[in-house]
């Protein structure tokens, strides 16, 4: 299993990432949270990781920080829940944002995460309500912290890559100035998403 990688950040098209490791380049996908604070290409880069193994693929994750990464080992363990949804939470929302939203049992909030339904919704609140104080109180929790040809295109397919779609995406965006960085549409469009 791979839990950590430290090494050269040598590619980044937003939600995924090449990290090169002793001349091994590592494909991982990252949430939006931890996509803001990377370095820029060419820099050290330092990731907890998850591995993951299914019937079809082989997928490697990629976290800022180790309370990311719980959080996302543990909204998989909701059933019906996976990798994706699990991607869109932090991508959303902060680690200690989403715990709020769960002990608060904000279902509307919740449900305006793409692919999350009333019913969904209602099962994490029951199922990650316990396991969210600690969630607020971890370290890192809360962290977030190049301009591509065409930000807006970069932006919409980032978006699209975490379950929105074309016409919402086109919503989130229709706001977007020259001068914006993709890292900024996304990070606008999805507080939009969860504010709207």
Excluded: C, N
């Amino acid at each position: 299993m791979i839990g950590r990688l430290r090494g050269t950040l040598v590619s980044k098209h937003a939600p995924w990432i090449v990290l090169e490791v002793g001349g091994v380049g590592y494909e991982l996908e990252v949430p939006m949270s931890t996509y803001y604070d990377l370095p820029a290409i060419g820099e050290a880069l330092t990731l907890v990781t998850h591995y993951a193994v299914r019937e079809d693929a082989v997928a490697l994750y990629g976290f800022a920080t180790e309370a990311e990464r719980r959080l996302f080992r543990d909204v998989q363990k909701v059933s019906g829940i996976g990798a994706k949804i699990a991607l869109a939470v932090l991508s959303g929302s902060g680690v200690d944002e989403f715990a709020h939203m769960l002990q608060a049992g904000d279902i509307a909030a919740l449900t305006k995460i793409p692919g999350i339904g009333k019913k969904t919704a209602e099962r994490m609140i029951v199922e990650l309500r316990e396991r969210s104080q600690a969630m607020v109180s971890a370290p890192g929790a809360g962290s977030r912290g190049g301009m591509p040809a065409d930000a807006v295109t970069e932006a919409g397919i980032a978006l699209q890559q975490l379950g929105y779609k074309p016409a919402e995406v086109s919503r989130m965006l229709k706001d977007a100035q020259p001068k914006d960085s993709a890292e900024d549409l996304i990070r606008m469009a999805l507080k939009t998403a969860f504010r709207g």
